[in-house]
């Protein structure tokens, strides 16, 4: 029997109502005749509700417990589905992340799924239960600890276990109707894709768009797990992420991307040697710092400016790392400017369309917004604005791309 994988985010089971109807949206698929297994996220904001809770206690909880403590949001939510299913007489049973099998790396907070064993999931679908497990945390093999999957985490479970049990599909359900143009809850305008790739789709959530965690594409992009993001609350049929979509030549950008809480650091003065770039950002690395955007200026004297982007939450711990390391590296200042965010365009219509970087520039400029720090890929544009231009700047894009005014188009 062809297996299918449900997952419901955190808005779709977020009362008791909303539990109800998730459970007929699931009986639906299994009287269709399918084995379904469901992943379920925390009831409505439980996850920042627990994270909340422990900044009460510590400023700086250690990351184990953390663990400990988000993981239950889930837990909840994987009982009560189970409940709502056998009290409309159906058999289901529900599973934490290692009662599933799933496996991952020791890394607290945001950790990668490694394995999953599936055995046991496999007997409980041919038994003809409906298997529902807990979304975002998993178990370290050996180790006995729970960790969790980064913020979002869920659709990392779903993807993950449809690869495993080479499903038959993989719907995301949430509370929105697909994967549109531009997050729809900011942009007025936003349209609603019926497909895009799995290299766009990619682009756009390792970018801001949190619609799907960025691992969950990787995941369904490296196993050809077929995906479908739609609304648990309507039948309307979502957007299909897939390996090929044929882009129209209009369609040059398929979709915009933003994100706030950026922050571009300058160090000033480093002697321009071979090993400086690799001492500078290694140190960063060893430190967990996650650097974006770098840009590298050699100075009339000889001597090099390196700026990077961070995220605003980092800026301390940055500041502290090169500061430490002030003698090894050489430098004369650091100089940081906040407030910043990062706007994007995607699209793999770009490799084949010279001039859309221009054009995004010459629209910004012409709207006044001063462009900080570019990067590109085959098929994106990313740059740095002030973060009080963001939205105009998504508006502009959305405008000069012209990402409103076509109906959807059946790509393939
Ligand atoms: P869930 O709890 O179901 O996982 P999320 O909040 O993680 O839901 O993701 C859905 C949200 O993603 C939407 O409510 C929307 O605001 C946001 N979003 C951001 N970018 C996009 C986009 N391009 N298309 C659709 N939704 C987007
Ligand atoms: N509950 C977790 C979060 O809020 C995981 C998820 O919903 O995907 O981040
Ligand atoms: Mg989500």
Redesign the pocket.
């Known amino acids: 029997m062809a297996v299918m994988v449900q997952k419901f985010?955190?808005t779709s089971v977020g009362s008791v109502e909303r539990i109800q109807n998730v459970a007929n949206r699931v009986i639906q698929t299994v009287e269709e005749g399918h084995s379904v297994v469901v992943v379920v996220?925390?009831m409505g904001k439980?996850?920042?509700t627990l994270v909340r809770l422990a900044g009460e206690i510590s400023q700086k909880p250690s990351q184990r417990e953390m663990d400990m403590l988000?993981s239950t949001?889930?837990q909840v939510t994987i009982a009560l589905l189970s409940m709502a299913l056998q009290e409309k007489g159906y058999e289901a049973v529900s599973l934490t992340g290692w009662q599933a099998g799933i496996e991952t790396e020791k890394v607290f907070g945001n950790a990668r799924i490694r394995n999953i064993h599936t055995d046991r999931i496999c007997r409980l679908l041919e038994e003809g239960k409906i298997v529902i497990v807990a979304?975002?945390q998993g178990v370290v093999s050996g180790a006995d600890e729970i960790t969790?999957?980064?913020?979002?985490?869920?659709?990392t479970t779903a993807v993950a276990l449809a690869a495993a049990l080479k499903a038959e599909k993989c719907d995301i359900f949430t509370d929105v109707t697909g994967v549109f143009t531009t997050d729809p809850r900011v942009i007025d305008g936003a349209r609603k894709l019926e497909s895009i790739s799995y290299d766009e789709m990619l682009e756009m959530a390792n970018l801001g768009a949190g619609v799907l965690?960025p691992r969950a594409v990787e995941f369904a992009k490296n196993y050809g797990v077929k995906l479908e993001v739609r609304s648990s609350l309507s039948m309307e049929s979502g957007t299909i992420v897939e390996e090929e979509c044929t882009v129209e030549n209009q369609l040059v950008v398929r979709g915009l991307a933003f994100e706030g809480n950026v922050t571009k650091v300058t160090v000033e003065g480093l002697q321009n040697e071979l090993t400086t770039l690799s001492h500078l950002f290694t140190m960063l690395a060893e430190n967990g710092i996650n650097v974006d955007i770098i840009i590298q200026n050699v100075n009339e004297n000889e001597s090099m400016n390196i700026s990077f982007s961070i995220d605003s939450n980092v800026l301390d711990d940055t500041i502290s790392v090169l500061e430490t390391n002030r003698h090894r590296l050489g430098y004369e200042s650091i100089v940081h400017e906040d407030q910043l965010a990062k706007v994007s365009i995607v699209g793999s219509g770009m490799i084949s369309n010279p001039g859309v970087a221009a054009k995004m520039f010459k629209s910004l400029a012409d709207q006044g917004i001063m462009i900080k720090m570019v990067s590109t890929s085959e098929i994106k544009v990313s740059t740095i604005v002030d973060q009080e231009f963001m939205i105009k700047a998504i508006e502009t894009l959305h405008d000069v791309f012209e990402l409103d005014a076509r109906e959807p188009v059946a790509y393939k």
């Open positions: 985010g955190g996220s925390a439980t996850t920042d988000l949001g889930e979304g975002f969790t999957l980064g913020r979002g985490g869920s659709d965690h």
